[in-house]
């Protein structure tokens, strides 16, 4: 499975960005998807994910701001991000959680490689 982000840039404080992110391969199914970031010097965190089913959850840190949303027909999840502050400065993960047609019962995390967001005046 590989995981294709997007969307990411430089924005000013009070600012947007939407990221993307599109999975590929043999994927046979996919539970749910989510977006992680790690800032220099922390530790990688959840930031939003989403269940095959609409299920959301977010990190304190940034309910009622972002907003994650999902297209399961393009295996593709979305993060609208609002009113951006300086700390969320990171590197943006995608993830997903599924299985693929060599071994559909297994469910196993893929990651992608990560897009840079910036929030700084």
């Known amino acids: 499975v590989q995981l294709q982000a997007s969307g990411g840039g430089l924005a000013q404080p009070g600012g947007s960005l939407r990221l993307s992110c599109a999975a590929s391969g043999s994927i046979f199914s996919i539970n749910a998807m989510g977006w992680y970031r790690q800032a220099p010097g922390k530790q990688r965190e959840l930031v939003a994910r989403i269940t095959s089913g609409g299920s959301t959850n977010y990190a304190d840190s940034v309910k009622g701001r972002f907003t994650i949303s999902r297209d399961n027909a393009k295996n593709t999840v979305y993060l609208q991000m609002n009113s951006l502050k300086p700390e969320d400065t990171a590197v943006y993960y995608c993830?997903?959680?599924?299985?693929?047609?060599?071994?559909?019962?297994?469910?196993?995390?893929?990651w992608g490689r990560g897009t840079l967001v910036t929030v700084s005046s």
């Open positions: 993830n997903s959680y599924g299985s693929t047609y060599l071994a559909p019962g297994r469910a196993d995390d893929y």
